[in-house]
Structures are given as structure tokens and as C-alpha cells.
């Protein structure tokens, strides 16, 4: 059950809150990742890398370069009971902390080089398309427009998006900029339409939207929310502590409710937030510091509180402009551009994991 007369801390999910949570841990436990992938990838910098295949070189970044005195298991977890987290290859990972890290579900391949070379056939995908067709108006749709009308200005870009107006996790005002910078790049948006994904093929360049209107594009990119990755969670001890939507209802100090030594942190909590990364790490920084002092014996009712802030969202448009809805402003064009779009906060995130920027 311990290594070196440490505490065993099992990290199941390695994205961003999950790969920080374990980095910061290691030396203080004895520290096991499980992960069915061999690399972190920083969410924020993918569009980018589907235009410049390149810039995934710093932003896919492989378990093992971080952790230096650490268990990575290359595997899923599929059920977990009061002392163990059972992985998808047959092991029995003992715990006697656990954090739970699984976040949204996503189809990325399992190895780093397979990754990279999806970013070369986005690339190429959209290289030899003329017109592209991006179905999903949130931050993904709208980035990635961004990031194509920048990269290949000659482009026709459609953008089809289901709400009534873009980014609908934001302000109006910054949802208004947002519209007008596409339209302004000559993006055709059509809001309140969809486009029936069990229709989709990649030989089809006529696309039918919900509103009766046919959409040409030589190809086109589905950019719409991905479900929670929380449904193997209902077979296991935590599925009285999920709530009705599939997330983990956790205390102010981030213990999934009913449990002393389970923790939840990122996409996967019931926190009344947007879910962006930089609050997901914050979740990571404050759950090392709670098990940092269980650890060291102190009891339940010292440990830190999480508490939500204003909602603040930077939206990149391309590579030098972007948007920043802050506490009580809004602002768009080239500031928040130099704030995220140009170097997307890789250098900063990697800085944190203790790799050079």
C-alpha cells in the first residue's frame, strides 16, 4: 500500500488539472498517473496546431518528462472500490488518496506521434479546401474560425451554430465583438440551425442545416461540447456522489461528497463555473495542498476552500487578435490577442510543469 512509508496518491486523468496535480505531488507521495494516454496535451494550443502542425512539438508534452518520481500506468480506469482503482489492462492500483481527473471524453489517439500526425492531416485537410464548413459556435468553433480566416485568408469559412448567439458561456458584449470580428473576416454565420451529425460524410459538400439552407464546403469540422467522461463512474462506489448531469458533487475543499480521501477536480466537478484549464489547475494547486496536509496528519476541518471568482474568458481570433471579457470590462483586438493568441500560454504552462518555456 506505501513506498517508503508514503501514502499512495492515485491520479486518475492526466489533462491539465490531473498531469499538475501529480507533478506537484511527486516527492511528497508516492504518486501513480493513470492515463490512457502517454502525453499531456494543453488544450488551448490545439487549433493552433491544426493550422501549424509544428507548434505541437511544446504542446504534447509525454507524462514522463514531468514526472520524475512517479508510476505512469498507460491505461483506463473502469471501477474503483474503497481501496483500489481497477484499470482497463487488469491492474489493481491500491490507494490511500485519490483523485479523480477525468474531465470531458475525448478520442485523441493514445501515443504522442499519433497525435502529431493528426495535426498534419487537419492541416492538410484544410490546405486543400477551398470552402470549410465548422459546426459549433462555443470557444472551439469560434477559434478555429479565427484561425483559418488568419492562416488562409482566401478561404470561405461557415460557421453553424445551434444557440442564439456565439460563445453563450460569455457576456453579450463579448459575444457581439466575437460576431462581428467573423463577419468582418467574411465568415458566414448562421445561428440557430444545426446540422444533422449522422448525415455527415467526408465525400458530402452539400450540407443541410436545420433551417432549410444548403452549406457548400469542401470539408468540414465538428466543434461541439464533448460529454463528460463520467459514465464508467456509475458502476463504482462514487455513484451516489454524481449529480444528475454525470459530474462529481465535491465539498469547498474539493473530497467528493461522503468520502475523507477521494478528491475530484477539473471538468468532472459540480462547481458552479465555467470550465476553463486555468481554473482546472487551480482546482489541481488546491487539492495538493489539502493532501500535502492529511498527509502530515492534520484534520479535515483545516483543510483550504475553494471559492468561484468573477467569470474571465480570453477568446483567441487568429494568432494577434482575441477577446477578454474581465470582472468589469470588455475588451477585444490586439491587447487580449497579446495577452493569449500569439504564444497561446504555452510557454507558461510548461514553465509550471517544470520544463523549459
Request: aromatic share 6%.
Amino acid at each position: 500500500m506505501e513506498a517508503a512509508g508514503k501514502p499512495r496518491v492515485v491520479v486518475v486523468g492526466g489533462g491539465v488539472a490531473g498531469s499538475l496535480l501529480a507533478k506537484t505531488m511527486q516527492g511528497h507521495a508516492d504518486v501513480v498517473l493513470l492515463d490512457p494516454k502517454d502525453y499531456l496535451e494543453i488544450p488551448w494550443a490545439e487549433l493552433r496546431s491544426m493550422v501549424e502542425p509544428s507548434f505541437a512539438e511544446r504542446s504534447l508534452i509525454y507524462h514522463k518528462d514531468y514526472l520524475t518520481d512517479a508510476t505512469i500506468v498507460t491505461s483506463s480506469a473502469v471501477n474503483i472500490t474503497e481501496s483500489a482503482v481497477l484499470t482497463a489492462d487488469g491492474q489493481s492500483l491500491a490507494y490511500d488518496y485519490l483523485v479523480v481527473a477525468t474531465g470531458h471524453a475525448v478520442t485523441s489517439p493514445g501515443s504522442r506521434a499519433e497525435r502529431l500526425k493528426e495535426f498534419q492531416r487537419d492541416k492538410g485537410k484544410i490546405e486543400s479546401s477551398e470552402s470549410v464548413l465548422i459546426i459549433g459556435g462555443g470557444p472551439t468553433g469560434v477559434e478555429l474560425a479565427g484561425e483559418i480566416v488568419v492562416d488562409y485568408p482566401e478561404t470561405k469559412v461557415t460557421l453553424v451554430h445551434r444557440g442564439p448567439r456565439l460563445l453563450e458561456f460569455v457576456g453579450d458584449k463579448a459575444s457581439k465583438k466575437c460576431l462581428d470580428w467573423l463577419t468582418s473576416k467574411k465568415v458566414d454565420v448562421l445561428l440557430q440551425q444545426s446540422v444533422d451529425l449522422g448525415s455527415l460524410s467526408d465525400s458530402e459538400k452539400s450540407y443541410k442545416t436545420s433551417g432549410g439552407e444548403t452549406v457548400m464546403a469542401d470539408s468540414h469540422f465538428v466543434c461541439i461540447g464533448k460529454p463528460l467522461s463520467s459514465s464508467w463512474l456509475h458502476g463504482t462506489i462514487l455513484k451516489e456522489s454524481l449529480d444528475n448531469k454525470g459530474r462529481l458533487m465535491v465539498e469547498k475543499d474539493l473530497r467528493v461528497k461522503g468520502y475523507n480521501n477521494i478528491f475530484a477536480i477539473g471538468d468532472i466537478t459540480d462547481i458552479p463555473e465555467i470550465k476553463q484549464g486555468y481554473l482546472a489547475q487551480k482546482h489541481a494547486l488546491l487539492v495538493a495542498k489539502n493532501l500535502k496536509l492529511l498527509i502530515k496528519g492534520s484534520p479535515v476541518s483545516k483543510l483550504a476552500t475553494y471559492s468561484t471568482g468573477y467569470p474571465v474568458a480570453l477568446i483567441s481570433l487568429g494568432r494577434n487578435e482575441g477577446i477578454a471579457q474581465l470582472p468589469f470590462l470588455t475588451l477585444s483586438g490586439c491587447l487580449p490577442g497579446r495577452i493569449k493568441s500569439r504564444g497561446l500560454f504555452v510557454g507558461k504552462t510548461r514553465k509550471e510543469m517544470g520544463l523549459n518555456s
